[in-house]
């Protein structure tokens, strides 16, 4: 069955960066449009940063311009976002999600497969 196994989540101070990591398997991962969403407590859901299939084209929010970056990796199935100048209102949990067609949705309910989620916190 389809897996998706997020991973880099953690504690860090205003300013840090963390890395994190989405293996995925059961699935053809070139297929697949990968995104990575956050949701903070009362808050709904919201796409932080897409990739498309062939990692030709990227959406990121606009809260994350210039300090997010997706990527992924098709020898280990793995998509990646590095996550630099964190304030604290990026604080949330980080979900990974993958999308069938291929397409570059910026809204949860497009998105076929989920991750279990890893916590994010950044202090002041």
């Known amino acids: 069955q389809v897996q998706l196994v997020e991973s880099g989540g953690?504690?860090?101070q205003?300013?840090?960066?963390?890395?994190?990591?989405?293996?995925?398997?059961?699935l053809t991962f070139s297929s697949y449009a990968m995104g990575w969403f956050r949701q903070a407590p009362g808050k709904e859901r919201?796409?932080?940063?897409?990739?498309s299939?062939?990692?030709i084209?990227?959406?990121?929010?606009d809260s994350v311009k210039g300090r997010f970056t997706i990527s992924r990796d098709y020898v280990q199935n793995?998509?990646?976002?590095?996550?630099n100048n964190l304030k604290p209102e990026d604080t949330a949990v980080y979900y990974c999600a993958a999308e069938a067609t291929g397409m570059?949705?910026?809204?949860?309910?497009?998105?076929?497969?989920?991750?279990?989620g890893t916590q994010v916190t950044v202090s002041s």
């Open 10 to 12: 953690g504690l860090v």
């Open 104 to 116: 570059m949705f910026s809204t949860p309910d497009k998105y076929d497969y989920w991750g279990q």
């Open 57 to 61: 084209s990227t959406y990121y929010a």
């Open 53 to 55: 299939r062939r990692a």
């Open 46 to 51: 919201e796409a932080v940063a897409v990739i």
């Open 78 to 83: 793995t998509v990646y976002l590095q996550m």
């Open 14 to 26: 205003a300013g840090g960066s963390l890395r994190l990591s989405c293996a995925a398997s059961g």
